[in-house]
C-alpha cells in the first residue's frame, strides 16, 4: 500500500442512524439516532509471542494476533423515547390523548402527592371527588402539579379516604426499563470530515448490540447525555473474500 504525501486531517461531523435486524437482516427502517456529540470504536488486539530463548538479549521470535473483541461508545443528546428505550433495554408505547373519567386512588393519605396515571393536558383542570361524592376544591383542599396533584393538610382528605379523578390525557410515550433482551441493529453514519471541504465519509457497522446506559442523567444543570456502549459482531451473513464481516469505511479519492 502506497502512503501519500497530502494532509487528510480529520474533525467528523455527521448523522448516525440505526435500524433493527432480524436473523442477520435488515428488519425495519434506518432511523436518525439524533445528535450524537461524540463517538468512537475500540479494537482489542489478542497476541501470542514467543520469546527468543537463544540470543542473550532476548527479545521476541514470532508472534501472531487475533481480534478479540470490537466496541464502540456513543454519546447522544436526544433524549427520546426511542433513545431513552434503547439505553434501559425498555420498550416505547405510545398513548393516545383523550379523557380518563375517574381514575381511582384509593386509601390516600392526608398532605400526601398524587401522582396521574397519565401525563395530564395542563390546559384542562381535574376534577377530585372525595368518595362516595363529596368534590373537592382546587387550592383549598388540592393544588394542581404538572403530573398529580397535592393534597392539602387541613383539607377535606384524611388518611385512608379513597379518590377518584378525572382529567384529559395528553398525547405521550410511556418506557418501560429493563423488560427487553439484547437486540441486535445495523448501524450507519453519514459522516462528514470538515477539514476535508465537508467531504463524505460513510461508515456502515453491520452489527452491534447495545449495552444498557451505566447513568442516566436525570437531574444537572447542564444539558444530559446518554452514554451507550455496543459490541461490534461478526456479520457471517458476508462471506465473500476480502470483504469485512465488520465494518466498512468510505473516502473520497484525493
Avoid: C
Avoid at 58 to 68: F, N, P, T
Avoid at 125 to 141: E, H, I
Wanted: charged share 20%; glycine share 10%; aromatic share 8%.
Amino acid at each position: 500500500m502506497a502512503l501519500t504525501t497530502n494532509t487528510r486531517s480529520f474533525i467528523g461531523r455527521g448523522k448516525w442512524f440505526i435500524a433493527p435486524k432480524s436473523a442477520g437482516v435488515q428488519s425495519g427502517a434506518l432511523l436518525r439516532v439524533g445528535n450524537v456529540s461524540a463517538a468512537s470504536f475500540a479494537i482489542t488486539e489478542e497476541k501470542k509471542e514467543v520469546k527468543d530463548y537463544e540470543s542473550l538479549g532476548g527479545g521476541i521470535k514470532d508472534s501472531i494476533s487475533r481480534i478479540s473483541k470490537v466496541e464502540g461508545t456513543m454519546t447522544i443528546y436526544d433524549y427520546s423515547p426511542e433513545n431513552l428505550a434503547l439505553s434501559i433495554r425498555g420498550t416505547k408505547t405510545a398513548v393516545t390523548a383523550g379523557a380518563v373519567a375517574a381514575e381511582a386512588h384509593s386509601d390516600v393519605f392526608a398532605g400526601s402527592f398524587v401522582p396521574f396515571d397519565y401525563i395530564p393536558d395542563p390546559s384542562v383542570a381535574p376534577v377530585v371527588t372525595k368518595l362516595p361524592s363529596t368534590v373537592l376544591v382546587a387550592n383549598t383542599d388540592y393544588t394542581v402539579y404538572p403530573t398529580g396533584i397535592q393534597l392539602i393538610a387541613g383539607g377535606a382528605v384524611v388518611d385512608g379516604d379513597d379518590l377518584t379523578i378525572g382529567y384529559t390525557k395528553n398525547k405521550s410515550n410511556v418506557i418501560q426499563a429493563l423488560v427487553s433482551s439484547a437486540s441486535e441493529y445495523l448501524l450507519y453514519f453519514e459522516g462528514l470530515n470538515e477539514m476535508d471541504g465537508g467531504n463524505p465519509l460513510p461508515l456502515r457497522v453491520h452489527r452491534i448490540k447495545f449495552s444498557p446506559t451505566a447513568g442516566l442523567g436525570l437531574l444537572s444543570d447542564d444539558p444530559s447525555t446518554l452514554e451507550l456502549k455496543f459490541d461490534v459482531l461478526s456479520d457471517s451473513g458476508i462471506t465473500t473474500p476480502g470483504l469485512s464481516q465488520y465494518f466498512k469505511l468510505g473516502m473520497v479519492a484525493n
